[in-house]
């Protein structure tokens, strides 16, 4: 089966640094994605990776490894706005997008 | 960039009526549709994808009876939830693309919010 792999809760502190891991199980893999997702709304698009390697964007950095089936998302200089859940999405060989459960990211000043 | 719409953003109904939810892209053409729902502390679950001009395809699981969907028109996608129950109280999202072989081109609405009493 297609399974994706998240930590459900982490807590950081302002203008620090936290990095939340995904695994994955796909049937193939056209790219992960990771969204952030406020309470209430609707997923926005933070990254995608298709190739090995990083790929940074301001604050934020999203990592891949397609070997292992792994990923993670690094968030810098944390501010209180990025109290968020975070979602890691893989699409899969049919362009199917696999979400993963979230992970609830508690900002403390 | 491209928006995508939705209406209601909340409805409140009583359990046994029916329910529509527009789901409009408002500056592109959307070939494909896809419509989720996201209980509380869950992530998403795809529903069903919708194609302008044909049926919906449901994943498993998803009664295609109570929940219809039709995609009219290339900027348009409705889901009706019929003969609603408590259960059925959700954050339901659509999202919207283009072509689904460009991962990146994949608009999500900002949500509506059901709550079936």
């Known amino acids: 089966g297609q399974n994706i792999d998240q930590p459900t809760e982490m807590t950081a502190t302002e203008g620090a640094i936290v990095q939340i891991n995904c695994t994955y199980q796909?049937?193939?893999?056209?790219?992960l994605f990771w969204y952030q997702q406020h309470a209430g709304e609707a997923p926005t698009f933070l990254s995608y990776n298709v190739l090995d390697g990083l790929e940074e964007k301001g604050r934020f950095s999203s990592f891949l490894s397609r070997s292992k089936g792994y990923s993670y998302l690094l968030l810098k200089e944390l501010q209180m706005k990025d109290s968020a859940s975070y979602l890691c999405?893989?699409?899969?060989?049919?362009?199917?997008?696999?979400w993963g459960a979230g992970t609830k990211l508690i900002i403390k000043p | 960039g491209a928006v995508v719409s939705q209406h209601p953003s909340w409805v409140i109904c009583k359990s046994g009526t029916s329910v529509k939810i527009e789901c409009r892209s408002l500056d592109f053409q959307a070939t494909t549709m896809f419509w989720y729902r996201q209980f509380p502390k869950q992530s998403l679950m795809l529903m069903a994808t919708s194609n302008e001009g044909s049926k919906a395809t449901y994943e498993q699981g998803v009664e295609k009876d109570k929940f219809l969907i039709n995609h009219a028109s290339l900027t348009l996608s409705t889901l009706t939830v019929t003969s609603a129950h408590p259960e059925d109280s959700s954050f339901y999202i659509c999202s919207a693309t283009t072509s689904r072989q460009s991962p990146l081109e994949q608009y999500f609405g900002p949500g509506t919010r059901l709550t079936v009493t």
């Open positions: 796909t049937s193939g893999f056209n790219g």
């Open positions: 999405a893989v699409m899969d060989s049919n362009y199917q997008l696999i």
